[in-house]
């Protein structure tokens, strides 16, 4: 399996904005003025990065962000103006991904220890993981999210690294937002193990 780095992200293939440039630039998002480029182009890093998780494979990231941005483009009249369309485009993205690849679209749907009970679910003190983007060993936080398993690890990076609202995360992974808030408390914690000797012992 391929390793992910930032740096990886970084220097992906510009094909993705290349595909944006050359659609029309006057499908605008009703109400607002804003054309989907003007809309899409910011996020096609995150796009990337995300679909990178998503496939472990760079080309195959690539593949899946035009894909999905294609797709995106054709069912712009279908976006909800005043609604995130970060969440809209990834939602896309994430059903894109799904599709296309069966096998691990069951194995990351059907995840069966999620529990029933979430009370313990909406921990939001800071802790070590909230501050992943801001360790200076980028290979350290790779280490330890790929330890964690896919339905976990998705949740948490569209949280603290997308920085989505639960209810957005739900919509995104067609997931209840009680399942969304238990994953991430869990992600947090099995994070916090493995990055805690990185924090000098601090619980």
């Known amino acids: 399996m391929k390793k992910v780095s930032?740096?990886?992200?970084?220097?992906?293939?510009?094909?993705?904005?290349?595909?944006?440039?050359?659609?029309?630039?006057?499908?605008?998002?009703?109400?607002?003025?804003?054309?989907?480029?003007?809309?899409?182009?910011?996020?096609?890093?995150?796009?990337?990065?995300h679909a990178l998780w998503l496939t472990q494979n760079e080309a195959e990231a690539e593949d899946l962000a035009q894909e999905a941005l294609s797709k995106a483009l054709r069912a712009f009249d279908s976006f909800a103006p005043g609604t995130n369309f970060k969440a809209w485009i990834f939602r896309i993205l994430r059903n894109t991904f799904l599709t296309t690849r069966t096998a691990i679209s069951a194995t990351r749907t059907i995840f069966l220890e999620d529990p029933e009970e979430i009370e313990a679910?909406?921990?939001?003190?800071?802790?070590?993981?909230?501050?992943?983007?801001?360790?200076?060993?980028a290979a350290v936080v790779q280490q330890a999210l790929v330890q964690l398993p896919p339905p976990l690890r998705d949740c948490l990076l569209?949280?603290?690294?997308?920085?989505?609202?639960?209810?957005?995360?739900?919509?995104?992974?067609?997931?209840?937002?009680?399942?969304?808030?238990?994953?991430?408390?869990?992600?947090?914690?099995a994070l916090r193990a493995h990055l805690q000797p990185h924090f000098g012992g601090r619980q």
């Open 6 to 49: 930032r740096s990886t992200v970084r220097s992906a293939p510009l094909s993705a904005q290349q595909l944006l440039m050359a659609s029309p630039s006057t499908i605008a998002e009703p109400g607002s003025g804003a054309s989907f480029e003007q809309l899409a182009i910011p996020l096609l890093p995150a796009l990337l990065r």
């Open 121 to 137: 679910a909406t921990d939001t003190s800071a802790t070590p993981e909230a501050t992943l983007l801001q360790l200076d060993n």
């Open 158 to 189: 569209l949280c603290d690294v997308e920085e989505l609202k639960y209810k957005e995360i739900a919509g995104i992974l067609d997931l209840p937002i009680g399942t969304v808030m238990s994953r991430i408390s869990r992600a947090r914690a």
